[in-house]
């Protein structure tokens, strides 16, 4: 049920535009998907969905109790199995730090803050071996997360991220 790596960052910017071109002309990130305020993108060597999620807020610093400013919105860390999303699900609803799950299509996702309230969001990706391309409605919003029904579906024990964010032919 380990955490096996860091799948990607989201980072809360004041210039989604801004940040996109220094990700891209700087470091060599593609765009992937973008929308009014938010864009997701990929690192130069990877085959990851996203490795940087971008969000555009008012550029003052975070406030107490307020909006939030520029700075990091999550990590995510990315489990093997349903099965372990499933341990983690019980873990941090047990701890009180659950605050939510979402189902994103392609990721199936539980999210979570730590005890000085820094958000992380625990994910499990759909292997690209089992994408049928009916895996979200055209509708970018997350729906809720059914997670038994996704257990049915995929199987509890099947390795996530085959040919998305693990290069296929990597020994495991």
Known sequence: ???????????YVSDV?????????????RTKQAFPGAAFLQA???TN???????????????QGGSPG?????LAWEVETLNDLEDHLHKLADAGALVGMSDHGTTKSLY?????????????LIPAHLLTGDEGDGDPRPKPLDLAKEKARYGGDTRGGLGISIPVGVSL
């Open 70 to 74: 520029p700075g990091l919105y999550h």
């Open 49 to 63: 969905d996203h490795d940087l999620g971008l969000f555009q807020v008012g550029g003052a610093p975070k406030q």
């Open 1 to 11: 049920m380990a955490i096996h790596r860091l799948n990607h960052a989201v980072l």
């Open 112 to 124: 979570a803050k730590d005890p000085d309230g820094i958000e992380m969001e625990i994910v499990w």
């Open 44 to 46: 130069p060597g990877s």
């Open 17 to 29: 535009d801004r940040a996109v071109a220094f990700y891209r002309d700087v470091l060599g990130f």
